[in-house]
């Protein structure tokens, strides 16, 4: 690349120079020759500046004596030369990957000519850089000699007394998972307590509450009640509203109504979104109106919350109840104008139950056992926690990722100060276990501050965006994306955040404790980390705008806020309808861009000029459209660095070809996508690991076969990466051809069909069936159960269509004894006339935890043995018409928590009433049950 700069240089530049420009010009070519070297030092001063920043911070987090003004603005000046740095390196690596063209040509010339001025103010950056680096160091050093850039921050940190990097990550391997809830020790009493007070008798409405600081255990004490079995049978309906202090009443409402249906396994009327705060409380009463509930508002702050949601929650005289967690008592006090209120204060925890929960946290490989030489040591960091849990569980978690070094345990009970009060106690333990994370995962954690506190968000969105954002480190054997889970489960390790996982023990999604939230919002603002942008409150915009979070506001007034040409994450949430002129000046304003998640419900086209955003490796599109298909521009093709391109909530008409130039994209998810115009390049996007929602329909002659089609699925076959593919309206003759090709994907490890009406066949024959394949949906019916399934050893999930008793047979027959199925989907199809019954032998399906039978016509039995399905936790029936009464040897299943039937029978309804019903005893036997009638 170099060598072409300089062959340009001497033929197009030289000529015109003469000979009183040639010191100049060779001053210049020597610049761009030395750009490689300069990039390379840059990055390892980069390193050291990120290290050094690292250990300041933790420094002037310590300082007693509020002397650490001068260390933070000094801080704030080096993370804006790593901001100009990061800058610098990214417009090197977009100009070494750009082709030159030709430099004989007239064109070529030009573009020659910009390519190298391009080097050559790259060159003059990072002089510009490096003479800013010296003047903060050197005025620094005449400040406080204390401080230098260099080596004195490794020596910082090994003698702070906090392990490095290297003996953390040897340690994650000893460290347990993050505490469930339900573990929390100390409850009993209290939770006894509310658990009497919601299943009295008092007709009136009655607000049952739960006081305490934070940190305390208010969301673990009630979520406990609202789970536990007496209470779920109590009432008929269930709600949890989590609040927080920046909330929306008409958001709650429609919160509300969502859950309200979805309970009652109904849809939930377009008109919602539309409707006014009136119109919503409207609707929240009448799904009340005959219903005994139990509704909690978790954390609530404002004392006028109560009289935004009173009117909603009807007095129906049937004993509902309304529980409410807040720390300040005033909440409960405006409850009291209207309602009946129970009180309970939540006190801290003992001095035993504290230490039982530590050991379980910091000893959870020893079943909770603490080692003698720690018995003493452990005793007195527990004391400084106050008996807070959150305190207790999150030290526990620092600790546990350590060598069990008496030496060790006693200088971290050094760092935590005992005249601590109120909040600042788990704020200290907080930022103790924050700043023992190695560097790039105290990003990772850092990230979350770009979300609205109490957000849960899907690991797949956070790994993907740790990865644009260059978090995630190489790993040999592992895709980026395993490392970022590992990634997660470290922070899950150390309670740092709280995880939803699937049924299969993967992170679906995550979440953090408020009061991490607000520690991490204090560490984004002290280290410039990003900006926030909303109706309650706006972060200070002065300095560089490295990421920008614009959540729930006026988007008309954005634009004097929110240009900065620095900023490299936007993500735009808010639930109104953006100004499309500020969509469309996006690209030009944020050339920078790494990251954009745009969500927007009314948007009315994409940006047509998105391919400026050369950056650009992270775009999901979020916006239900309200029918409207819109349209993707050509310039996506100009995107060479996106790696990951979600438009799955929204309708696209066209696919632009243009996009097969995108080799670096990993992960594509549409919305009933077609790809047609793909059929002769996506086979060169090797780097796909994801792929759905892909259409093969809308082909206009039904029986015969367009070679377009099988082209595109021949091309799919070339994508050795794919982890994920999913295809819809498949038509039957396309079996064959989509066969040869999944055949061909080796490391595929969710796989989805879906066939087009009701005459259409799944007929796949997998005669090499991926290995790794954990999660099969086949929905459509099956000519032959495949026997290709019971070969899949890591199989977890596994969804049907079955039409005949002999296929009930074979999938008995073949999954029975499988190890990894944890979840079984089986469903009839609706001119079914053969199944009469379902039976499960002792012995089968050993390891399976959740079985849906749905939609047979016909059957009238079940039976169950004792000693089959011994792990299963959830059973759902649904659209049984013919069956009578509940699953024969039901009893044997000791671990079922959750039994839904839905869709049955009168006669059915009648052996389970309260009153002269058979079968009504299954509600004293299973936690949760809820069964409704056709």
Known sequence: MCDTVLYCARDHLLPLARDHLLPLLKEAADMIMGVPKEIAEIKDELERIEEFVSNADRVADADENNKSQGTRGMIKQLIEATFRIEDVIDDYMICEEQQLPDPGCAAGAANCFKTMSLRLQI??????????????????????????????????????????????????????????????????????????????????????????????????????????????????????????????????????????????????????????????????????????????????????????????????????KIIITTRNMNVVNACKKSSFVEVHELKPLTKEKSLELFNKKAFHDLNGRCPENLVGISSKIVEKCYGLPLAIVVTGGLLSCKYRNTIEWYKFNENIKPELKEDSKIKKILALSYHDLPYNLKLCLLYFGLYPEDSVVTSKTLNRQWIAEGYVKEERGKTLEEVAEGYLIELTHRSLIQVYTRIDGRIRGCHVHD??????????????????????????????????????????????????????????LTSKSLNESLVSKIPTKFRRLKVLYLKDDGLLEVPGNLGILSHLKYFRLLGLSHGRTLSLPKSIGMLENLETLNLSSTKFNV????????????????????????????????????????????????????????????????????????????????????????????????????????????????????????????????????????????????????????????????????????????????????????????????????????????????????????????????????????????????????????????????????????????????????????
């Open 123 to 320: 060159a003059y950056k990072i002089q510009n850089i490096k003479s800013r680096i010296n003047e903060i160091r050197d005025t620094r050093i005449e400040r406080d000699r204390g401080f230098q850039i260099n080596s004195s921050s490794e020596q910082g940190a090994s003698s702070s007394g906090v392990n490095s990097n290297t003996i953390l990550l040897q340690n994650l391997r000893k460290a347990p998972f993050y505490m469930d809830e339900a573990d929390v020790v100390g409850f009993e009493k209290p939770k006894n307590l509310l658990i009497d007070w919601l299943v009295k008798e008092r007709e009136e409405r009655t607000v049952v509450s739960v006081v305490a600081m934070g940190g305390q255990g208010k969301t673990t004490l009630a979520k406990k009640v609202f789970d536990n079995p007496q209470v779920v049978k109590h009432f008929d309906c269930h709600v949890w509203i989590t609040v927080s202090q920046q909330y929306n009443a008409e958001g709650l409402l429609r919160e509300m109504l969502h859950k309200l249906y979805k309970e009652k396994g109904n849809d939930l009327p377009e008109r919602i979104n539309q409707m006014d705060r009136d119109s919503l409380v409207g609707e929240v009463r009448n799904c009340l109106q005959q219903q005994r509930y139990v509704v909690v508002f978790d954390d609530v702050w404002n004392i006028c919350f109560w009289d935004e949601i009173d009117f909603a929650m009807i007095d129906n005289k049937n004993s509902c």
């Open 515 to 572: 009061m991490v939230h607000a520690m991490i919002l204090e560490k984004c603002e002290d280290l410039s980390f990003c900006n926030n942008i909303s109706e309650h409150k706006q972060s200070s915009l002065t300095g560089m705008v490295r990421r920008l979070s614009i959540t729930d506001t006026d988007s008309n007034n954005l634009m004097k806020s929110i240009e900065n040409s620095h900023v490299r994450s936007l993500l735009i």
């Open 655 to 934: 696919i632009p070809k243009e996009i097969c130039k995108l080799r670096k994209l990993r992960h594509f998810l549409g919305f009933k996508m077609s790809l047609i115009q793909l059929k002769d390049d996506i086979g060169d996007m090797t780097s796909l690991q994801t792929l759905c929602d892909v259409c093969l329909g809308e082909e206009e002659n039904e029986d015969e076969i367009d070679e377009r089609v099988v082209k595109l699925i021949q091309e799919m076959g070339k994508l050795k990466q794919l982890r994920e593919l999913v295809l819809l309206d498949v038509r039957g003759k396309y079996m064959s051809v989509i066969s040869s090709s999944i055949n061909e994907m080796q490391k595929m490890e969710k796989l989805s069909i879906s066939t087009m009406g009701h005459e259409a066949f799944v007929d796949m024959d997998l005669n090499l069936p991926p290995p790794l394949l954990r999660n099969v949906k086949l929905n459509g019916k099956l000519k032959n159960f495949p026997e290709w399934i019971s070969k899949l050893q890591n199989l977890a999930k596994l969804k049907v269509q079955l039409m005949y008793s002999k296929q009930t047979d074979d999938l008995t027959k073949l999954l029975k004894s499988m190890p990894s199925l944890l979840s079984l989907y089986v469903s009839g199809a609706d001119d079914d006339e053969g199944l009469k019954g379902l039976y499960f032998l002792d012995g089968w399906f050993k390891n399976l935890k959740r079985l849906y039978v749905e939609n047979f016509h016909n059957l009238s039995y079940i039976d169950i043995d004792k000693g089959a399905l011994g792990s299963l936790k959830a059973l759902y029936i649904v659209s049984i018409p013919q069956l009578k009464m509940l699953p024969t040897g039901i009893q044997h299943l000791q671990k079922l928590e959750v039994l839904n039937i839905r869709g049955v029978s009168e006669d059915f309804m009648k052996t389970i009433a309260p009153d002269e019903g058979k079968e009504h005893w299954i509600y004293k036997l299973v936690p949760s049950v809820k069964i409704t009638p056709s």
